[in-house]
C-alpha cells in the first residue's frame, strides 16, 4: 500500500508563491511514482495556474490542526514547507506521520526527526542540531516544477533583442515599470516580453501605453508557456525568488534583483557559480548601474559560459532525487518494524 502524501504549505500576494511552487515541483515527482499527494495551503490565493493534479485545500492550518491532523495515518509521508509555523506544529505534524519531510532555507528552527531539504546550497550540516535529521543539502536537491526537468539545449543568440522580465506572482516593489523604462532609455528595439502575477497591480496601466510594440504583457502566464519564454529569451531580468532556479535550469542569463533581504544568500551563490550578474538590493538600483549590468552580457561567449553553468547547477532532477530518497528511506524504516 503506498503512503499518503500531504503537504503543508503557504502562499499569498505577500507572502509570495514559492513554497507552493516547490511543493507543486515534489507533488510532481510524487505523482510521477503514482502517488496522490493532497495539499493544505494557507493563504489568500487563486490556485487555478498552479495547475494541481490533485486534492488542494485552502484552509488556515498554522491555527486550525487538529482537525486536520485526525486525517493523518500511521503510514502517512508529510512535507512542511513554512516560514511562519513554530516548532510545536512540526511537532505535532510529526507525532503523525510515519515519515515527516522539512523544506528550509535559512536553519529558522529546531526541526523534528525527519528529512530535511535545502536545496539552495547556503547552509552547511552544522547548522543543524538535531541529528535525528536526514539531510538532502545542495543545488542537487533544488526542486523545480515538472515542466523544467527534461529540456532541450538553449541556442544563445548573437546580440541580445528578446529580454523577460518577471518579479514573481506579485512585485512587491514595483520594479516592473522600473525596469521597462530603463530598457526603453537604454535601447527602444528591445523586445520585451514582461510576466504580470495574479498580484501585480501598481504600474500595470503605465506598461500597457508604454512602446507597445516592442513591449508584450502576459498575465499569469502557464508554466509553460514561462518555460517557453525562458527559453526563448535572450536574457532574463528577474527577482531572487524561486525563478531564478528556474531561470538557471533553462540556461537563461539573468540580472537578479534583491526583492527582500533574505534573498542575498542566493543571488550570492548564483553569482559565484556564474549563473547570473547580481544587480543587488531594488532600492539602490539605478540606470547607471543597470547599464552597466547590461553591457556585461553583451558578449554572446559570456552569455553561453552563463547559460552552461546555469543548467550544471540546476540539472531539474532535484524533485526526483528528493522524492527516491523519502520512498527509500520509508521503506527502510518499514522493513526495521517489521
Known amino acids: 500500500m503506498k503512503s499518503p502524501i500531504y503537504f503543508f504549505t503557504e502562499g499569498s500576494h505577500k507572502m509570495g508563491m514559492g513554497h507552493i511552487t516547490r511543493c507543486q515541483a515534489l507533488g510532481q515527482a510524487f505523482e510521477e511514482r503514482r502517488y496522490k499527494p493532497e495539499y493544505f495551503i494557507r493563504g489568500n490565493l487563486d490556485f487555478d495556474h498552479f495547475d494541481f493534479s490533485f486534492d488542494v485545500e485552502n484552509i488556515e492550518w498554522l491555527h486550525n490542526i487538529d482537525p486536520i491532523l485526525s486525517k493523518l495515518k500511521d503510514h502517512s509521508i508529510t512535507i512542511i514547507d513554512s516560514y511562519h509555523a513554530p516548532s510545536e506544529i512540526y511537532q505535532k505534524i510529526r507525532s503523525k506521520s510515519f515519515v515527516s519531510v522539512y523544506f528550509d532555507d535559512t536553519a529558522r528552527i529546531s526541526y523534528p526527526d525527519g528529512i530535511l531539504v535545502n536545496g539552495a546550497a547556503l547552509s552547511s550540516a552544522t547548522v543543524y542540531v538535531n541529528s535525528g535529521l536526514k539531510l538532502l543539502l545542495g543545488t542537487k536537491y533544488q526542486p523545480v516544477r515538472k515542466v523544467f526537468w527534461d529540456l532541450p539545449e538553449k541556442i544563445i543568440n548573437p546580440e541580445i533583442e528578446d529580454i523577460l522580465i518577471m518579479f514573481g506572482g506579485t512585485d512587491i516593489r514595483n520594479m516592473t515599470p522600473k525596469i521597462v523604462t530603463m530598457l526603453e532609455q537604454l535601447d527602444h528595439r528591445y523586445k520585451k516580453h514582461v510576466i504580470i502575477g495574479p498580484g501585480t497591480k501598481k504600474g500595470i496601466s503605465n506598461l500597457i501605453n508604454i512602446n507597445k510594440e516592442n513591449t508584450v504583457l502576459y498575465f499569469s502566464p502557464s508554466p509553460y508557456q514561462l518555460r517557453d519564454l525562458m527559453l526563448q529569451s535572450d536574457i532574463a531580468i ?101
Not at 528556474?246 to 556564474?274: C, F, H, K, M, W
Request: with cysteine; net charge positive; aromatic share 6%.
Open 238 to 338: 528577474s527577482g531572487a525568488g524561486q525563478s531564478l532556479f528556474e531561470l538557471a535550469r533553462t540556461g537563461t542569463p539573468t540580472l537578479a534583483i534583491e526583492i527582500v533581504d533574505n534573498q542575498s544568500g542566493i543571488i550570492s551563490y548564483l553569482e559565484n557559480e556564474g549563473c547570473l550578474v547580481n544587480l543587488h538590493h531594488w532600492d539602490s538600483l539605478d540606470y547607471n548601474s543597470f547599464s552597466k549590468a547590461m553591457s556585461q552580457l553583451s558578449p554572446v561567449e559570456k552569455r553561453k559560459i552563463m547559460s552552461s553553468r546555469g543548467r550544471k547547477v540546476i540539472d531539474g532532477q532535484g524533485p526526483r532525487r528528493i522524492v527516491d530518497f523519502i520512498i527509500n528511506y520509508s521503506k527502510e524504516l518499514k522493513s526495521q518494524k517489521k
